[in-house]
């Protein structure tokens, strides 16, 4: 069979859509509903084509994919209506304060204080960075502007235009126009300035650009800028289409993910085309497709409409040429990790379940069931260990994992008991995950992640929301049952949490000393090299994302056994990213790393719900209750400046402080520097140590020395 082009691609499509255009025209309500919901289509995705136009921009020019798009947007849309609305701005001062200088400068300021800093790190570093930098977003809108029933106008509100017979408002016209502009600037941008001409030339090729006299950070500042205003732009336009509220417009970058795909993270017409493709399907499966009231076996159709884009996101990157998305050949990365020997591993297990004993029975109840959530949360991030710190692969589906765990533990617990409700947790998630693993064997890096963040949108808007999974209320999930001792009292479940902990992490550094380890390992560092050196890597992917997806499910499970329910808001998407975002701060490459995210990660959410009242009577409110968000997202994206993690940090500090206490007060060995050759044999004679040192700074040959001291003598 003939390998399509691009232009064969894209012939078929558009045959298909003209076919299905002409369907709906004659059998499907005529041409009037068909032009109505079509320039409905075109305006929404419109919006979707400038809020993907940064991210192409931006990843084109810097290779870091912005998940903090979105929030860009938000914030963008909420300094707008600050201008416009609360003090009475005009429109055009506010726009053009908005678009012009304040978010501009806020893109170069990330960029220049964040982003830059992240050069030589590995992608998963970088992506988690921008992650934090969400979280601190999202806190921040929530702090500066709480919750209420704000509402932004549409341009030109009441004036509209008869097309056939639909009114279309001004405010859509005038989304459709900007877009049109903003693809025609873009245009002119690359192709007829110098700024643009450099910016190309830092996609192609960055050191021979740098070589040339070019300035890669200036183009990155300024594609950063560029990104920034395009995203407070989309956010703008779109906010008085939904409600002004902080999570629906920074979950919106969701869809621009997918236009973005249609451009490879390159073309911008392709990315133009994609978002209208995106913004037609919608309205036309919403207003074709009823699918509110559908089930087919047994399945419910209501959660298909808004997981739509996700879905067309997911086939879009397992339909694009393999070959085009691969992101590069071996990389030389800050981040460095020890393996730990089996010995110290026992060790660190034992002082954990004997701390944690101890703990248990000194505690009081709350803080028991706190520390017991914060180890539950540590098994779900260990299951990120082997798969994203050793095999270097990306998911964003670590609490979907999680939620097929909770469920197999409640359906089957009923029957065979707990204990086989545990193992079926740990089954089905490992199933699943090795379902899942499928696109990785020809995606990687961004592309991977943005691969396994469309199955968790879609795991939570289409199977958790059925009625025989988590429905909308909420289920009962029992605790687990070892050897007829139950585990009802919450000290004896949290002494087995670290007992399960412990003998996992021993699993998952065993697994790592070991061949299928070091196969991991070497995936990480370069697939290329694996597969030419014959390295079967299908397996070897699909056998870390089953035992990845078991250890969050098993911890899915135990969760639910902490909370004593879960429902489908326990498990979304949103959750999986601050579970990525503290392993990788904790150390994603330890399971040492793995026990400080969780435990942090509860402490920062305990720490904003013990202190609401007294924050409140402070008049510090905002900022203590959404602590939760801004301390792991502030740590995040210090990332940049320690990759390694903070177990990497606080193991480094107790060996220099052990080295300055055996030397008795002395400076350690790596601390002191260079012995001062100069000053030798002048204050005392030289020692044998300082000649060779002299000897090795002339750069002598210690025998053709040792020859001519002997015919000296």
Same mark, same amino acid.
């Not at 008991?417 to 079926?424: E, R, T, V």
């Not at 210690?702 to 001291?709: K, Q």
């Given at each position: 069979m +003939?390998?399509?082009?691009?232009?064969?691609?894209?012939?078929?499509?558009?045959a298909?859509?003209?076919?299905?255009?002409?369907?709906?025209?004659?059998?499907?309500?005529?041409?009037?509903?068909?032009?109505?919901?079509?320039?409905?289509?075109?305006?929404?995705?419109?919006?979707?084509?400038?809020?993907?136009?940064?991210?192409?921009?931006?990843?084109?020019?810097?290779?870091?994919?912005?998940? *903090?798009?979105? #929030?860009?947007?938000?914030?963008?849309?909420?300094?707008?209506?600050?201008?416009?609305f609360?003090?009475?701005?005009? *429109?055009?001062?506010?726009? *053009?304060?908005?678009?012009?200088?304040?978010a501009?400068?806020?893109?170069?300021?990330? &960029?220049?204080?964040?982003?830059?800093?992240? &050069?030589?790190?590995?992608?998963?570093?970088?992506t988690?960075?921008?992650?934090?930098?969400?979280?601190?977003?999202?806190?921040?809108?929530?702090?500066?502007?709480?919750?209420?029933?704000?509402?932004?106008?549409?341009?030109?509100?009441?004036?509209?235009?008869?097309?056939?017979?639909?009114?279309?408002?001004?405010?859509?016209?005038?989304? %459709?126009v900007?877009?049109i #502009?903003?693809?025609?600037?873009?245009?002119?941008?690359?192709?007829?300035?110098?700024?643009?001409?450099?910016?190309?030339?830092?996609?192609?090729?960055?050191?021979?650009?740098?070589?040339?006299?070019?300035?890669?950070?200036?183009?990155?500042?300024?594609?950063?800028?560029?990104?920034?205003?395009?995203?407070a732009?989309s956010?703008?336009?779109?906010?008085?289409?939904?409600?002004?509220?902080?999570?629906?417009? +920074?979950?919106?970058?969701?869809?621009?993910?997918?236009?973005?795909?249609?451009?490879?993270?390159?073309?911008?017409p392709?990315?133009?085309?994609?978002?209208?493709?995106?913004?037609?399907?919608?309205?036309?499966?919403s207003?074709y497709?009823?699918?509110?009231?559908?089930?087919?076996?047994?399945?419910?159709?209501?959660?298909?409409?808004?997981?739509?884009?996700?879905?067309l996101l997911f086939?879009?990157?397992?339909?694009?040429?393999s &070959?085009?998305?691969?992101?590069?050949?071996?990389?030389?990365?800050?981040?460095?990790?020890?393996?730990?020997?089996?010995?110290?591993?026992?060790?660190?297990?034992g002082a954990?379940?004997?701390?944690?004993?101890?703990?248990s029975?000194?505690?009081s109840?709350?803080? %028991?069931?706190?520390?017991?959530?914060?180890?539950?949360? #540590?098994?779900?991030?260990?299951?990120? %260990?082997?798969?994203?710190?050793?095999?270097?692969?990306?998911?964003?589906?670590?609490?979907?994992?999680?939620?097929l765990?909770?469920f197999?533990?409640?359906?089957?617990?009923?029957?065979p008991?707990?204990?086989?409700?545990?193992?079926?947790a740990?089954?089905?998630?490992?199933?699943?995950?090795?379902?899942?693993?499928l696109?990785?064997?020809?995606?990687?890096?961004?592309?991977?992640?943005?691969?396994?963040?469309?199955?968790?949108?879609?795991?939570?808007?289409?199977?958790?929301?059925?009625?025989?999974?988590?429905?909308?209320?909420?289920?009962?999930?029992?605790?687990?049952?070892?050897?007829?001792?139950?585990?009802e009292?919450?000290?004896?479940?949290l002494?087995?949490?670290?007992?399960?902990?412990?003998?996992?992490?021993?699993?998952?550094?065993?697994?790592?000393?070991?061949?299928?380890?070091?196969?991991?390992?070497?995936?990480?560092?370069?697939?290329?090299?694996?597969?030419?050196?014959?390295?079967?890597?299908?397996?070897?992917k699909?056998?870390?994302?089953?035992?990845?997806?078991?250890?969050?499910?098993?911890?899915?499970?135990?969760?639910?056994g902490?909370?004593?329910?879960?429902?489908?808001?326990?498990f979304?998407?949103?959750?999986?990213?601050?579970?990525?975002?503290?392993?990788v %701060?904790?150390?994603?490459?330890?399971?040492s790393?793995?026990?400080?995210?969780?435990?942090?990660?509860?402490?920062?959410?305990?720490?904003g719900?013990?202190f609401?009242?007294?924050?409140?009577?402070?008049?510090?409110?905002?900022?203590?209750?959404?602590? *939760?968000?801004?301390?792991?997202?502030?740590?995040?994206?210090?990332?940049?400046?320690?990759?390694?993690?903070l177990v990497a940090?606080?193991?480094?500090?107790?060996?220099?402080?052990?080295?300055?206490?055996?030397?008795?007060?002395?400076?350690?060995?790596?601390?002191?520097?260079?012995?001062?050759?100069?000053?030798?044999?002048?204050?005392?004679?030289?020692t044998?140590?300082?000649?060779?040192?002299?000897?090795?700074?002339?750069?002598l040959?210690?025998?053709?020395?040792?020859?001519?001291?002997?015919?000296r003598?």
């Open positions: +003939t390998r399509l082009g691009d232009r064969g691609r894209w012939g078929v499509g558009l298909l859509f003209a076919g299905l255009c002409g369907y709906l025209i004659a059998f499907q309500g005529g041409f009037s509903d068909w032009l109505t919901f079509t320039i409905l289509g075109i305006t929404t995705g419109a919006i979707y084509a400038i809020a993907a136009s940064g991210l192409v921009v931006t990843y084109t020019t810097s290779g870091i994919f912005n998940f *903090a798009q979105g #929030a860009f947007g938000m914030l963008g849309a909420f300094a707008y209506w600050q201008l416009r609360d003090w009475g701005w005009p *429109a055009p001062i506010a726009l *053009a304060v908005i678009l012009l200088v304040v501009p400068l806020f893109g170069a300021v990330v &960029e220049r204080v964040i982003m830059r800093g992240l &050069e030589g790190v590995s992608e998963i570093t970088s988690v960075v921008t992650i934090g930098l969400l979280a601190m977003a999202i806190g921040i809108a929530n702090i500066v502007w709480p919750p209420a029933g704000r509402r932004v106008d549409q341009f030109f509100a009441g004036n509209s235009v008869t097309v056939g017979a639909l009114n279309v408002t001004w405010h859509r016209m005038v989304i %459709v900007v877009a #502009a903003v693809a025609v600037g873009l245009r002119f941008l690359l192709y007829r300035t110098r700024s643009g001409v450099a910016m190309r030339a830092v996609v192609d090729d960055r050191a021979l650009s740098q070589l040339n006299g070019g300035n890669p950070g200036r183009s990155a500042m300024l594609s950063w800028g560029i990104g920034a205003s395009l995203a732009l956010g703008i336009l779109i906010s008085p289409l939904l409600q002004l509220s902080v999570l629906p417009l +920074t979950l919106l970058i969701v869809n621009a993910y997918a236009a973005a795909m249609f451009g490879r993270l390159k073309s911008l392709l990315t133009f085309a994609g978002g209208l493709i995106i913004g037609i399907t919608e309205n036309y499966s207003n497709l009823d699918l509110n009231t559908r089930t087919i076996g047994g399945l419910e159709l209501a959660g298909l409409q808004p997981a739509l884009p996700v879905i086939i879009i990157l397992i339909a694009l040429p &070959e085009r998305l691969r992101t590069g050949g071996v990389q030389r990365v800050r981040e460095s990790a020890r393996v730990p020997t089996m010995r110290s591993a026992v060790v660190a297990a954990l379940v004997f701390v944690t004993l101890v703990a029975r000194v505690m109840t709350a803080n %028991v069931t706190r520390l017991s959530l914060g180890l539950a949360t #540590a098994v779900i991030i260990l299951s990120l %260990v082997p798969l994203v710190g050793y095999g270097g692969q990306i998911s964003l589906a670590a609490m979907t994992f999680a939620g765990g909770a197999a533990m409640v359906k089957v617990a009923d029957g008991g707990p204990l086989i409700g545990l193992l079926a740990a089954g089905l998630a490992a199933v699943v995950g090795a379902i899942v693993a696109p990785a064997l020809r995606l990687a890096g961004i592309y991977l992640a943005l691969a396994t963040a469309a199955f968790a949108v879609f795991m939570e808007n289409f199977i958790f929301t059925q009625k025989w999974f988590f429905g909308a209320g909420s289920i009962e999930v029992p605790r687990p049952e070892i050897l007829g001792l139950t585990f009292d919450d000290r004896s479940f002494v087995l949490l670290a007992v399960l902990y412990a003998l996992m992490g021993l699993g998952v550094i065993w697994l790592r000393r070991g061949p299928f380890g070091r196969r991991l390992q070497a995936m990480k560092d370069s697939p290329a090299a694996c597969a030419t050196l014959g390295l079967d890597l299908t397996r070897t699909v056998g870390v994302f089953a035992f990845s997806a078991g250890i969050a499910g098993i911890g899915g499970a135990l969760f639910g902490v909370s004593g329910s879960v429902s489908s808001e326990t979304l998407f949103a959750q999986s990213l601050p579970i990525l975002l503290m392993g %701060v904790g150390g994603i490459a330890l399971v790393g793995a026990l400080l995210g969780g435990l942090l990660l509860q402490f920062f959410s305990t720490l719900e013990n609401t009242l007294l924050a409140s009577a402070l008049f510090i409110g905002p900022l203590i209750t959404n602590f *939760a968000l801004i301390a792991p997202g502030l740590i995040g994206i210090l990332l940049s400046r320690n990759p390694d993690g940090d606080l193991l480094t500090g107790c060996k220099r402080g052990t080295a300055w206490v055996r030397e008795g007060r002395s400076r350690p060995e790596e601390d002191r520097g260079p012995e001062p050759i100069m000053t030798a044999g002048f204050e005392h004679p030289l044998a140590a300082e000649l060779a040192a002299v000897d090795a700074a002339l750069g040959d210690p025998e053709e020395v040792a020859v001519r001291g002997a015919a003598s």
